[in-house]
Nanobody, 129 residues
């Protein structure tokens, strides 16, 4: 049974940084994709970043390119990170991690919420000026 748990959210000042973590379990083979998504009040859920477990290929939404970095813990291969720098008010949202198995498509495919099969509970990020 695949499970995901996101954590690391909090309140940060404009221009600050946060690192979110996603712990995944239940995968037998290392051939899945992880996506990071966010949803602000009154808005649709949107893809932020994705990474393929097999080769580490990544993709980013245009709105976060150059500011956010997705990665995988090299030691604990079941932990994924989303490093968020230079946070803006529009980055405030509930952030989720999600998974899709198998994960062989172009990483940009996994920025679509409809592409993902397993979801974890979200973690709230607020940005104050």
């Amino acid at each position: 049974d695949v499970q995901l748990q996101a954590s690391g959210g909090g309140s940060v000042q404009l221009g600050g940084s946060l690192r979110l973590s996603c712990v995944v379990s239940g995968f037998i083979f290392d051939d899945y994709a992880i996506g990071w998504f966010r949803q602000a009040p009154g808005r649709e859920r949107e893809g932020v970043s994705s990474i393929r477990s097999s080769d580490g290929a990544v993709s980013y939404a245009n709105s976060v390119k150059g500011r956010f970095t997705v990665s995988r813990d090299t030691a604990k291969k079941t932990v994924y990170f989303l490093q968020m720098n230079n946070l803006k008010p529009e980055d405030a949202a509930v952030y989720y991690c999600a998974a899709r198995l198998p994960g062989y498509e172009d990483p940009s495919y996994y920025l679509q919420p409809s592409a993902m099969e397993n979801w974890g509970k979200g973690t709230l990020v607020t940005v104050s000026s």
